[in-house]
Each structure stands twice: as structure tokens, then as C-alpha cells.
């Protein structure tokens, strides 16, 4: 979407606020509809990535409910043949596969809370190592 946004000529903003248009009315009637299309197809991509990795979780072994962790004290320590709970499949399940929506819906906002927590602390953890080595491999080859 970004992209989309940036694709907008810069000519189209200076004459829409040469012409006395303001920020807003240039916002809403010349950026928005010239970068629509780029805006429709980030959503379109987000969706189908989020729905692509979803789908192949839920064909190789996540279910509804999992009694334990994969996890226990004999090598190789995780186990990924067995079964396992995913945040993505119980938020779909709990918040449209519940009988009743209305009261899943604080444990759905958990859920979805938990699950952006998780990726904001990994993206923070990654951003953090690329930053650090970054550092010292310029530092060394000056």
C-alpha cells in the first residue's frame, strides 16, 4: 500500500494544492483514487499470505485442542510429528466456529493480542540482531 501511495505522481499534489485544494480534499479526491489499485492489491496479497500460511498448518497437524506441548525430556527434546495448537486456527475456530460469537469474542481479542505480542517481540528481536550485526561487520572492515 505504501507503494501504491508513492506511485502517485508528485505533479497530481502540487496541482491539486495549487488549485486551492487542501490537504485533506487532495488526500481524498487525487492520492486515494489514483493509488487504489496498489492499495486493493497489498490487501489482496496480505490476505492470500495470511490464508497461505494458515492452510498448510492445517493439513500437517494442528488441532483444536493439544493435551500437551511437543516437547519432553527424550532427544530430540521437540517432536514435530505430533499434534499441536496453532494461535491463527483458534482464533478462526473460536471466533466463527463457536456457538456463541458474541461471548468468544474477549477470548478471540486475547488470542489476537497474544498472537501480535508474539510477532511484534520476534520482529523487535530480529531488527535488534540485524542492527548488532550490522554494527560489527562494518565496524570490522573499515
Known amino acids: 500500500t505504501e507503494e501504491g501511495l508513492s506511485a502517485v505522481p508528485r505533479d497530481f499534489r502540487e496541482g491539486s494544492l495549487g488549485l486551492g485544494a487542501t490537504k485533506f480534499e487532495t488526500l481524498r479526491h487525487v492520492i486515494l483514487p489514483c493509488a487504489l489499485p496498489g492499495i486493493l492489491t497489498g490487501l ?5 499470505r495470511a490464508a497461505g500460511e494458515v492452510a498448510p498448518l ?5 488441532v483444536k ?10 532427544l530430540p527434546f521437540l517432536h514435530l510429528d505430533r499434534k499441536f495448537m496453532h494461535l491463527g486456527f483458534h482464533i478462526y475456530d473460536v471466533g466463527f466456529q463457536s456457538p ?3 461471548a468468544a469474542k474477549p477470548m478471540v ?7 501480535i505480542l508474539v510477532v511484534v517481540l520476534l520482529n523487535w528481536a530480529a531488527v535488534r540482531l540485524r542492527n548488532r550485526l550490522r554494527r560489527r561487520f562494518t565496524a570490522s572492515a573499515v
Not at 44 to 48: C, F, R, S
Not at 65 to 74: F, G, H, I, V
Open 109 to 115: 481479542y486475547m488470542t489476537t493480542l497474544i498472537l
Open 100 to 102: 456463541n460469537v458474541e
Open 44 to 48: 489482496i496479497l496480505a490476505m492470500a
Open 65 to 74: 485442542l493439544a493435551p500437551a506441548l511437543p516437547l519432553d525430556e527424550y
Open 58 to 62: 492445517m493439513l500437517t497437524g494442528v
